[in-house]
């Protein structure tokens, strides 16, 4: 988007729609979630909808201070762990609310969707996400098991997982890689072995959303219909409507919706955008239908959202 933002104690994104950087002060991140939006599109009939993103990540590891604003419902097929060590940080997993005070530990395990609800003013913590094999012993657990309660409280993990947190924000992932993994490795021996779990009965389904997720994310923009994503795949259009409205509680044509206007707020921080530009970017036909779907996406025209985000950049 030829815009260029702090990149070390930034966490990259992608909401199933294009990459891009939350900086430290949140300058992008807050065009995407705007309570003042949330709040006018509760507003309109039928309430909000909770609208889970699948994140595609080039980085397969990443170790390093937690983001500082809210993050929406995803889901990635990578296992990640919160270490909270100062504030609290509020976030959803797989529908259950927890707050997390110093010294709590939350593990999310691939493919579970999770959300950071709130993050307290001065909040600090480590995060770590990596995929499941880089220590072999515990891909098996986060492939074929899940946790009945998947947050540690202070204390429960034990002293040593104190330490290791410490040790891991202290380390440049960069420069002490190896290191960075063998205290990884020393973190979920630490977590791990001391939660309680239940057996994935359905793990073949979760690949199945996987694979749905990725297609979708990689031709989002593409004139695509559930009959054509059914096709790709090889699954019946049934089947898909069924994921769509068990696993994600959102009808299809929604979740298209929803991908493509997070894009197109993302787009309108380019002054070099029209908004038919961006309309056509997004993968609308015209822009009375571009303008439909923003509405009942984030309670407002784009043109007027496009020019409080203009003000809010010339500020």
């Known amino acids: 988007m030829g815009q260029n933002y702090p990149i070390f104690l930034c966490k990259r994104f992608h909401l199933g729609v294009n990459w891009f950087i939350i ?42 201070e937690m983001t500082h604003f809210p993050f929406p419902v995803h889901i990635h097929d990578l296992a990640e762990i919160l270490a909270v060590t100062s504030g609290s940080v509020r976030v959803n997993i797989d529908g259950t609310e927890y707050t997390l005070s110093p010294g709590d530990v939350a593990v999310f395990f691939p493919l579970t969707p999770h959300s950071y609800d709130d993050v307290s003013e001065g909040a600090s913590g480590l995060v770590a996400i990596f995929p499941t094999d880089i220590i ?22 034990g002293p040593d997982s104190m330490m290791v947190i410490a040790r891991l924000h202290a380390l440049d992932m960069e420069e002490d890689l190896p290191l960075c993994v063998a205290f990884l490795h020393v973190l979920l021996a630490c977590t791990l072995h001391r939660l309680s779990y239940h057996p994935v ?45 068990e696993k994600l ?26 908004l038919t530009m961006i309309s056509d970017a997004c993968g609308y036909s015209n822009m009375r239908t571009f303008r439909r779907a923003f509405l009942k996406e984030v309670g407002c025209l784009p043109s007027e959202h496009l020019a409080v985000l203009r003000n809010r950049i010339n500020e």
């Open 23 to 64: 900086s430290q002060k949140g300058q992008l991140w807050a065009d995407v979630w705007d309570k003042k939006h949330e709040t006018k599109k509760a507003g309109h009939k039928g309430g909000p909808a909770v609208i889970t993103f699948y994140e595609h990540r080039d980085e397969a590891l990443f170790i390093g």
């Open 136 to 157: 072999p012993e515990y891909n098996s657990t986060f492939r074929t098991l899940e946790p009945d309660r998947p947050v540690l409280r202070s204390g429960e993990a």
């Open 201 to 245: 009965y359905d793990y073949s389904d979760r690949g199945l959303g996987h694979r749905i997720m990725r297609y979708i994310s990689d031709h989002l923009c593409e004139d695509i219909t559930l009959e054509s994503v059914s096709h790709a795949l090889g699954i019946s259009a049934s089947h898909l409507s069924h994921f769509f409205a």
């Open 249 to 274: 509680h959102v009808n299809f044509r929604r979740y298209i919706n929803a991908n493509r206007i997070a894009r197109a707020r993302l787009l309108m921080r380019d002054t070099n955008y029209s």
